[in-house]
C-alpha cells in the first residue's frame, strides 16, 4: 500500500465541491486523513478566494490509475479543461506525494506546489508533519517553519 497526500481545491460552490471531494475519495480509497480546510485568495490570477484542503489516503493504486481517478472526478464536477493554468476551478485534485517516488511522468512528484503555497504546505505540515519531502529530506512541519512567501491564507470552520 501506498500512502498518497493529495491537494483539494475549489473557488466555485466551494462548500459543496469540498463535501463532494471528499465523499469520492472516501469511495476511492476509504479510510482519508483530512486536513483543515483553509481559505486563500487566488494566486496567479484576480478571482474568487478558494477552499483548499490536503487529504491522507493509502492506495494500491498506480500514480498514472490515482491521476486517472482525480481527473475523472473532477470531470464529473464540471472541471473545464484547456483553459487558462491560473483560474478559476470547480475542483481541482493535485497527487502531491505517492510514498518517496520522485518522478516528472506521468506527473512530477514530489508536486513542486509542496513547496511554493501556502494553501498546499501548511495543510499538509498538519496532517504529516513528521513526514520527510522525499527530495530536500525535511519534514513538512520543518518546511512550513521556514516558509517565507506573503500568502493570504486563513483556516475555516468547516463541517464535513
Request: with cysteine; charged share 20%; glycine share 6%.
Amino acid at each position: 500500500m501506498a500512502q498518497i497526500y493529495i491537494s483539494v481545491g475549489t473557488n466555485h460552490n466551494r462548500e459543496h465541491h469540498i463535501r463532494m471531494a471528499v465523499q469520492e475519495l472516501t469511495q476511492q480509497f476509504g479510510e482519508l486523513t483530512l486536513s483543515s480546510v483553509y481559505e486563500s485568495d487566488a494566486v496567479g490570477f484576480k478571482g474568487d478566494a478558494f477552499y483548499n484542503m490536503v487529504i491522507g489516503a493509502t492506495t494500491t493504486l498506480s500514480v498514472a490509475e490515482c491521476v486517472a481517478v482525480f481527473k475523472a472526478i473532477e470531470d464529473r464536477h464540471g472541471r473545464v479543461r484547456g483553459g487558462e493554468k491560473f483560474c478559476g476551478r470547480t475542483l481541482d485534485l493535485d497527487l502531491l506525494t505517492y510514498d518517496t517516488v520522485v518522478c516528472q511522468q506521468p506527473v512530477e512528484l514530489p508536486r513542486g506546489e509542496i513547496t511554493e503555497n501556502a494553501f498546499v504546505l501548511w495543510p499538509l505540515a498538519e496532517i504529516a508533519p513528521t513526514v520527510f519531502h522525499p527530495v530536500l529530506c525535511l519534514s513538512y512541519q520543518q518546511l512550513w517553519q521556514q516558509y517565507q512567501k506573503a500568502q493570504k491564507i486563513w483556516p475555516i470552520a468547516f463541517q464535513f
